[in-house]
């Protein structure tokens, strides 16, 4: 079922009509009727009390005489009026006087009505009873129960002309609203389907045209009103779309040609990278060159503090070998030669030839000893270059391809770092620890660990012999694992220390403290450090109060053996 | 009455219209009104024993259907006398209405004649039957030229000059009344009165 405000608008506007026509005929109607039912019922309340009157009035002599069947004649008029059923007299005391039944049935007298009156009975009867009054006397009364039939048939001839009249009215009224609402609906629905045209068709150039100058005339107006006002705004969108169309292409080819030079600029970028890739890679081949070069120079001291020792040791042999009294045996041998063919005399007679087997066994004796010195400082000698062999197989054992990652043991690659500067360690007194935790074998790149601890180690060491003198010139190495997979090598001096703002600046290329130093070594040493993925830091508390380099290294475990 | 009371506390009847008929024919039993006794259709107690209560009323009703000239009255404070002649058992009634009602705005006096010459003037003149004819003649010739209604109660009366008769007819009083007579007493009979009557004509 379709609710009311879903009907078209036709069909409202006639049930519109219908309704309030319908309304107002059927109260009107209603009003009718109940006025014309009220004026009816009162006219027979005055004809039946004007009848009971008359009757009343007719039959005063037959109550004074006592003539109850003249009062009954007189009753048997009412035989006239149709709507009367009963009638009865009464006398002054009450009692049942003369009575009239229009239809023979048997209604017994009824007593007398309590008052006088008109009602109408549930039944649908009007009671009159009339007080019958005779020279100023209240001889009796008179009561006429009489039927409403007339009433209904009234009624029911009025509802059959209302339901009649409604009916026709009604269709007339439908006949009528149908031609006449259309002045309301025709345009109403003229200006739907224009909207709906100009939904489905998006033509907003489409008008209404207005047939009357009523608020529909203005609905009109105002709906050409706003089509223009959505024409004008469509322009203008179009307009802006299209702007923005050119500003889009416009901006599409000024990214694009941005994009090409971006991508140029990347694959520039990309070359410069690759360029510093180069560079970068020639700067480590240097650096480790320097890594190399330090190293090779602290061999090279190592080995020229040997050479130093092998020197003096060749220098005592040739100065032995110089004041040797080998040439006292040359003159003594020339001496027998020259007295070859009296050496017998010679020896036995000549001063000289006297003292000759004493100066010889003296001399064999010197002799013995001579060569006997000799030998030892030899074989010193044949001890310090050994040392060098030492030396330099070490260097040669670590100068292999860099970037192999071993399985190293990390407190042998610091014994290794030691003993590459031992001999700096012995000639200055710097008492070394070592503070070794128990690290299992790691996985590193060597090589580059060795690089960077020669290089503290040196580092350290030139602190310690160009700082303040101390009592006690103290190096310690320790290691410590600061996580699962990371470890931490502390080299503490305590040297001459680092002034806080240099804590940085020392890691940087070119810097240095030392006169002959060249600002290589440590910043070799903090790229290595970062290469392996580690970290670099120093600290000190001040000059002259040491420092502590921390190499912070992750690694990656080593298969333990099971 | 009692058999009636008897019957109705016998049978403890509590409906109201029994109770109420009940009380009604007390009513009518103790005012002693004439129908009570025939609707009761109690033979015991004949209606000839309310003749003379119902002839004093009609009497008394006469005055009301029956139009006397102004000349009837000497003045609007005279009373309107209704005089019996003869020994009809009517004043007892009479009385008692004229206690409490008025004819034309009159007070109602009675007067009792024990003769023909004795009689005053009067409205009605009620002549009982045990009067002589003679007596009753003399009567109504005395008053042939007087404002008064003549009613008696003997057969004939009518005919022989007397306005009003009353007569029994199936147990109930009727009267007969000569429109002629009347008119010569310059009376006007109501036509309601008229209805109720058997008209007569003089002999």
Redo the contacts between chains.
Sequence with gaps: MKSYKDFAINTKLTLLVLLAGGVALLMSCIAFVTNDMNMIRSSMVKQMSTLADVLGA?S???L????PN?ASELLASLQQQPAVEFACIY?A???AFASYHRLRSVSPPL?MPAQHGYEFTDEGYLDVARPID??G?SIGTIYLHASMDELRDQMLRYVNIVAAVMIVSLGASILLSSRLQRVISVPILKLADAAERISVERDYAIRVTKSANDELGTLYDQFNAMLDQIQQGEAAVQQAHDELEIKIEQRTAQLSRANTELSREISERLRAELELEAVHQQLMTSARRAGMAEMATGVLHNVGNVLNSINVSATLASDRMRQSKVTDLIRATQMIESHAEDLGAFITSDPKGKQLPGFLSLLAAHLADERADVVKELELLSTKINHVKTIVSTQQSYAGVLGVIETVDIATTLDDALKLNSASFDRHQIAVARQYEDIPKVRLDKQKVLQILVNLVKNAKDAITDGPHQKERKLTLRTTLSGEKSLQIYIIDNGMGIPPENLTRIFSHGFTTKKKGHGFGLHSCANAASELGGSLVAKSDGPGKGATFILELPFEPAEVPA | MTIIRRIANARRVSER?WR??AC?LL??GV?G???SGI?QQNYDEPVINREYP?KA??LY?F???VEWPAAAFSTSQDPFVIGVLGSAPVDETLKEISAS?K??GRKIVVRRFSSVDGIETCHILFIARDVAPQQQLAAINRFQNYHVLIVGESPGFAERGGSVNFFVEAN????EINIDTAKQHQLKI?A??L??AKIVQGS
């Design positions: 007719n005063t002599a037959a004074s005489f006592d003539d003249t006398d005391s009450g009692h007593p005779h020279a006397q | 219209r109420l008929w009604v009513v009518c005012m009104h004439p129908r609707a119902l009323l009609f009703n005055g009301g259907y009602r004819i034309g109930k009083i009727r009267f109501s309601k009165l209805s109720l």
